[in-house]
């Protein structure tokens, strides 16, 4: 991996910072955050800014660059890749360590007095400009808005923005028709007394819509805006997408309909106008839900008086509680993501002696084999295919420079997932196909450990998931070792594979309580740097629990796998499992082979049922 | 227990809320926070006014009376109990539970337009005071300082603040002098470039200046304030408690010492006039730092541009870690305190087959018997004395109304402590004088297990507390039960025996992360209303850890039980322990019998020693 040659850039971005063709008076520094104007976690190409200006290009970084510095702070999942990536340009700031400054605190240690420090209002979340703005006024310096983006001003082949085909989807794959979301909104809108909400997160506008697109890779989103009121409905977005019958019709454009459930559509760029036409004419008591996490240009829009910000939007909370439909249909979608699976490493088993089976070669086949499932859209995220030392860096996406060959000798990590209209997946399986060590066994099952412990935790209704974190990590911290990532992440029915807004990490924020219905997924890991990596991941429904007694009524949860596909006995040393634990595993496994055994049948798929019945032989 | 009359006081009250001797225009709702100037948990009886004005005196506690309204709020552990002292001019505000308005939105539910809040500044917090005022500024109304306390005018025998006696700590027992404590957090503040502090908090004024008073029951400290410089020290002290010879050699008030090391004292009250005097000489950049939870009053007078508030101060932290010479001393005073309570059940087991012991007298029995140890200064908390049913109100006390007889046929738990000159102690054991039921065993087995998974946990060097409350709540869970409180607290050293800034809660906020040297308690329970209350409760220190591998080379910790009660075996249902569990309870008897039976044995407490060989014994 080479790094990106940037003086050339930065002498035209530094040029763009006095230019008044864009800005009224130079500024001393610009921001590039990582987000778009829906703070999505992945972008589209004509997005990806930060990476334009520095080359950098995992999912989470801020570059700031002054008249004389340029720097870049991410955290520990990509202090390797950035540095590789950037060249002697950029500074690398490693968020987490103590030493590291603050974005804040380094501008304040670099800028000259009464500095300006621009950034586009579009990319950066209302609450972090509020943050930005107040710590730099404190050192008489100010935050101003640059409306022209001056890194689209130096892109000279910068890609257009994507307007994908819109799919519509039936009530066989939502459970609910759009017009019933609206009205479950609307009810809450009332309930708290709210005239109008500002949807701008693109997985909440498809979720809400029963719309899908593939503007973004791995999400199956579209780039919009929504404006409900308790009679209106806008849709932003581009007009030309509209044109197929199909989606008219979904939306009802053509056919009379009531009132309050008519949309009225318009350009995706027209949101700030109609916003601010929207705040103009709102009475002396509305008011305006918006997420706090939206853009600081359409939040600005709502006059402070009637602007109501929340963490968590009434579509974020009602698209995490999945409904029958949605969770038949991530049952299917685990299931023909598990034939796939199966396959696959039934077939990694004959080719891996061969010598001819890469990183590379190997992700692909499992997305060849996914492919061949119905209803498969694509991947749900770059699939992690990694070997040996590659398997510890967390976020490794084999590239030809570092692609590794499967051997007998080396652990094989392959965290993966697909998006099918069903539903959405994310598998992690640790394998060895000679002989692990005694060390790895160890180690493997010490995460085995904790993954079970959470998976067969039974804790109160009303628990917020960093809770049951340390459950994860109990058998590595009493044998001194640990992960330094979070234990689960929510996921989306035929959407992103990370939303919220529930989860399992030792982090607290952005973690509402786990109710049933909530789907997550339990991932431990253990990464011994330079040697191997280890992680076990299945995605785990939120289930009603019934223990022996009920305290104070309130109930009990616990979760069930959906993730179906056999955890290697050959990695485990059984030794260290309780009864319990190894009862758990014998009972996941009979349940791999009763339902994805009789999919493999169906579908005709002899090998892999022979892998799969071998894999699934009860352990002592 | 009758509720108290309140009919008159709230007509003076309301009065008062007019009364323009007070506030130049009427205010419309006055608040009665629980707190005093310094933010104490315990207060001394000068300073209970919400008590005074409501009749409730939990610790926990808002009154706020409008004028046609009266309102009280506090949390789960005193619903019962405050509904029981207040009369019906006042509404219970049931925090915790959906439906209970909070404060803010109360009040904008029942004032009419354009209201005036009024609270005394000096007893609400800056950031509640700033939340508060935010919240009512939003509904069109505003929050006042009313700088006279109306409540204080109402009071006409109202007590004096107390002024006791000072007691000067050597370095035997404090292990550093206060000059050494000064001298390390003028380090912090030149780490941080502040020029100033100031020390609000009373217990971190005893620490640093190595001296002990007793104006407030149970917390061995006095009233002060402190304002450290770079070369000045200020103490704001009652000047006559100055005048005893010990104190002026103590802080050598008398002796000519290093300038930055003299003391200057002055009044209590002038602590506001200096420290307006301090802001006006402050240069440009200068900054100040005070506690995030001063008074809005203290608090104010030092300049937005020039303020610093903190979470923790440097004495907040210090103090929590102590030193070996302080983690001595609690040793020495758990001991101690060890000896007087197996007398005490060895006393318990011969009187209770008598039915003259009651929760109040085997109370006072504790008391006495703790009385005879060296160097005891008093309780360090009222006693949980509780039998049966009453067990299960959380922070009982027994009063002669509610006073229950000891028994062979109900549980008797007992939540108790002192200060002794050496280290302050908190434990709580949950016996059974018969013979228990099953239920009864099984429950306090779950508790037991709960208890063993904190004290025995090991993990990660930086692990915050909240992130081992699970482990105490797992057993019970898994069987549908669970505690309505945190896990632990901190213990101070002949200090305040619950202290910031670690605990181990599954609230997550006040929770620094955990290091050796720290001291906290490890005490689940569980709670069946209206029948029995199961509590098992030692103070522990945090320790390094040496498991089998050191992952990063961060270090593991665990913890050293500092408490050696038997924990009674009879009460166990040995089937549902591990053989690790089985071995931690063994592990620990053995310790409690070593240590504390050659105590009793030097003492000559013959019975006590008795009693304690034969609740040693291992269990099977």
Chains 1, 2 share one sequence.
């Not at 530094?14 to 800005?23: D, E, F, G, L």
């Not at 581009?238 to 197929?244: E, F, P, Q, S």
């Not at 740097?529 to 009524?553: Q, S």
Request: charged share 20%; with cysteine.
């Amino acid at each position: 991996m080479s790094p990106k040659i940037t003086v050339e850039l930065l002498r035209q971005l530094r040029q763009a910072m006095r230019n008044t063709k864009y800005i009224a008076e130079p500024i001393q520094a610009y921001i590039v955050p990582s987000g778009d104007a829906h703070q999505s976690e992945n972008l589209a190409p004509c997005d990806c800014r930060r990476e334009f200006i520095c080359g950098f290009n995992g999912s989470a970084g801020t570059a700031i660059v002054t008249e004389k510095h340029a720097a870049m702070w991410t955290d520990g999942r990509y202090f390797l890749q950035a540095s590789q990536q950037m060249d002697n340009n950029w500074t690398l700031m490693k968020m987490g360590l103590k030493e590291t400054l603050s974005q804040e605190d380094w501008l304040i240690s670099v800028l000259p007095e009464n500095s300006k420090v621009g950034v586009d209002p579009w990319i950066i979340a209302a609450d972090q400009w509020k943050n930005m703005s107040k710590a730099l006024a404190s050192a008489g310096h100010s935050l101003v808005a640059v409306q022209d983006n001056l890194i689209d001003a130096i892109w000279m082949d910068r890609p257009t923005r994507p307007s994908t085909q819109l799919l519509t989807l039936g009530l066989g794959f939502t459970g609910l028709t759009w017009q019933d979301k609206m009205t479950a909104l609307r009810s809450k809108m009332a309930e708290r007394k709210i005239s109008w909400f500002v949807a701008t997160a693109l997985d909440e506008i498809a979720w809400l819509f029963n719309l899908r697109g593939s503007d973004i890779e791995y999400d199956p989103v579209f780039f919009a805006y929504a404006i409900v009121g308790m009679n209106t409905i806008r849709l932003f977005v581009d007009i030309k997408r509209l044109a197929v019958p199909t989606v008219r019709e979904h939306l009802q454009l053509d056919t009379p309909s009531k009132a309050e459930l008519s949309v009225q559509t318009a350009p995706y760029e027209s949101v700030f106008t109609e916003l601010q036409a929207v705040c103009a004419s709102l009475g002396p008591k509305e008011k305006v839900w918006i997420s706090d996490k939206a853009s600081c240009a359409l939040t600005q829009v709502i006059p402070k008086a009637h602007r109501s910000l929340i963490p968590y939007t009434p579509l974020c909370l009602a698209k995490a509680v999945k409904n029958a439909t949605e969770i038949q249909g991530m049952k299917m979608a685990h299931i023909k993501d598990a034939v796939a699976l199966c396959e696959l490493f039934a077939w990694l088993e004959k080719e891996i002696p061969k010598g001819t089976v890469t990183e590379i070669s190997a992700a692909d086949k499992a997305e060849e084999l996914r492919s061949q499932q119905k209803d498969f859209v694509g991947l749900s995220f770059p699939s992690i295919s990694s070997v040996g030392p590659n398997g510890a860096i967390i976020h490794y996406k084999p590239l030809p420079e570092t692609n590794r060959t499967l051997s007998l000798n080396e652990i094989y990590l392959l965290d993966s997932g697909a998006q099918y209209i069903d539903g959405t997946t994310d598998v992690t399986r640790t394998m060895h196909f000679g002989s692990p060590s005694a060390y790895e066994k160890e180690t493997f099952t010490y995460v085995l450990k904790g993954h079970i412990a959470v998976s067969a935790a039974i804790f109160p209704n009303g628990t917020k998931g960093h809770l049951l974190d340390s459950f994860a990590r109990q058998a590595l911290w009493e044998s001194g070792l640990d992960y330094l990532h979070g234990t689960g992440h929510g996921v989306g029915c035929f959407l992103n594979v990370h939303e919220g807004p529930c989860g399992i990490s030792y982090k607290t924020f952005a973690d509402e309580p786990l109710e049933a219905g909530m789907i997550v997924s339990d991932e431990p890991g253990y990464y011994e740097d330079g040697l191997f990596g280890i992680r076990i991941e299945n995605v785990v429904l939120v289930v009603p629990a019934k223990p022996k007694y009920n305290y104070r009524n309130k109930g009990s949860l616990t979760f069930e796998p959906l993730t179906l596909v056999p955890i290697q006995a050959k990695m485990v040393n059984t030794d260290l499992l309780t009864q319990k634990e190894r009862d758990w595993v014998n009972e996941y496994h009979r349940q791999c082979r009763e339902t994805i055994g009789a999919e493999l049948e169906r579908q005709g798929r002899k090998e892999a049922l022979d892998w799969l019945i071998r894999e699934t032989q009860p352990i002592a």
